[in-house]
């Protein structure tokens, strides 16, 4: 591959078309091994960074009712912290990601984020006071941050990137489902809570070390020394102004912002109202397990019935269904029908963010990739933060209930919100002949798009 430009090692800015040289119809011919490990170890190192964010995501709903009794009686407001420490983690890695990736590149960045993300895990699990969990999740939150809008970016120019992208974000949701079944076992032999960060600290160091492997150490030609400036390169590069002013993308990450605060909302709190509301004892601990068991199967098995009834009909329908199913375990008493419920739940919000991604790669030009992933893996993220911080608060005034009323709420919001999204009208990023490599940068007209 030494005769291509290596995408990994670029900065997340869009490039003329003539910077790269294209070999479309004998690229894979020309892999020799080296290239296919790397190759491999690329697209491995994304799931694993995602299934390593996933079990960072997963655990502290299980982990919220023994760290309010491991630092004695904290409110549900002050451990809540822990999501405005998450926030301000993606609003720094919003502001920084693009100067950032220009200066170290996709494949380096992610390495760093990794590192960053278990800085933080390590920190917890050295059992520092509580006043220190908030700062240290804002750290992980950067790393995090940093992760995902380089390995959506990557995942998302590969050939078949809907279904990579599925792939990808279902393997988060497996690190999300394991997460709280360990933490709940771990919490019932009665081990202190910042113990289990241990598990996600050695996440991050699998993440690096298969990473590293894909982007860092390459044979490639290429050298981060030698890219052009933002100036040099020219009018390929969309700034953040021009990307935000998209109808397409203002849209989306708005969504993106209630679908990620209903989804880390119910993850984090469902197993605190159901201890409290359903006296589920310790077995509430396997209801985040329950939910992201149904947001991975769903990101699989829900991939034909949303391409057949089309993004635009099933996202909606989806968030219906997950609308009725807080509704049920809002009325209904019994704890076996909320756990349903909730793994009802997940599973229809399961297609709901890969859909969103490939939608925004689909219907925006290739410059305006690096901006609007970047805004929807940081700042979109914001949601996850800001509305369970909001749940928790509440339920110090008024109790755990609320956690009902505010998602039907949120799922209401996004119903409405799906209808501001234009489509594409027709599929975008089409080869008569072959699929593109990634490496390959290409302009998309921004007016093919549905805005019905």
């Known amino acids: 591959m030494s005769g291509l430009c290596d995408e990994a090692e670029q900065p997340l800015l869009a490039r003329r078309q003539g910077d790269c040289v294209s070999r479309v119809g004998t690229v894979t011919a020309d892999l020799d091994k080296t290239g296919k490990f790397r190759a491999l170890a690329r697209i491995v190192g994304c799931c694993v960074s995602a299934a390593s964010a996933g079990w960072h995501d997963g655990c502290i709903g299980a982990l919220i009712p023994y760290l309010q009794v491991y630092y004695g009686s904290v409110s549900d407001e002050k451990v809540s912290l822990v999501f405005i420490g998450s926030f301000s983690g993606y609003t720094l890695a919003s502001l920084l990601n693009v100067n950032l990736s220009t200066r170290l590149g996709l494949g ?70 394991a997460s709280p079944v360990v933490a709940t076992l771990v919490m019932r032999a009665n081990a202190p809570p910042p113990l289990f960060y241990f598990t996600n600290l050695a996440w991050c160091v699998a993440s690096m070390t298969v990473l590293s492997a894909g982007f860092v150490f390459s044979s490639s030609n290429s050298s981060d020394r030698r890219f052009r400036s933002t100036a040099e390169i020219g009018d390929g590069i969309a700034s953040l102004r021009t990307v935000i002013s998209s109808r397409v993308v203002w849209a989306t990450l708005l969504f993106v912002s209630l679908y990620t605060g209903t989804e880390t909302s119910e993850a984090g709190w469902i197993v605190s109202f159901l201890m409290r509301e359903r006296d589920g004892g310790a077995m509430s601990g396997y209801a985040s397990a329950a939910f992201y068991g149904g947001l991975t199967s769903g990101r699989v098995m829900l991939l034909p019935l949303t391409a057949y009834i089309s993004e635009k009909k099933a996202v909606p329908i989806y968030a219906i269904i997950a609308l009725i199913m807080q509704v049920v375990i809002w009325t209904s008493p019994s704890f076996l029908i909320d756990l349903i419920a909730v793994a009802a739940c997940g599973f229809v919000m399961g297609p709901c963010y890969p859909v969103t991604v490939s939608l925004v790669t689909k219907a925006t030009p290739h410059g305006h990739h690096p901006g609007a992933l970047s805004l929807m893996a940081c700042l979109g993220q914001s949601g996850s933060a800001l509305f369970p911080f909001l749940v928790g608060s509440l339920a110090d005034i008024y109790g755990i209930k609320v956690l009902q009323p505010m998602l039907v709420t949120l799922f209401g919001g996004m119903v409405i919100l799906w209808q501001l999204v234009p489509f594409p009208k027709v599929q975008l990023h089409r080869s008569p002949i072959v699929a593109k490599p990634a490496s390959v940068g290409e302009g998309v007209d921004p007016t093919t798009t549905d805005n019905s």
């Open 108 to 177: 380096r960045l992610l390495v760093l984020g990794a590192a960053i993300q278990g800085l933080g895990s390590a920190i917890i699990a050295f059992r520092p006071p509580f006043t220190a969990i908030p700062v240290c999740y804002a750290v992980a939150g950067f790393g995090i941050a940093l992760q995902d809008a380089q390995y959506n970016t990557y995942v998302a120019r590969l050939p078949g990137a809907s279904t990579k992208l599925g792939i990808v974000h279902a393997l988060y949701g497996v690190g999300a489902l």
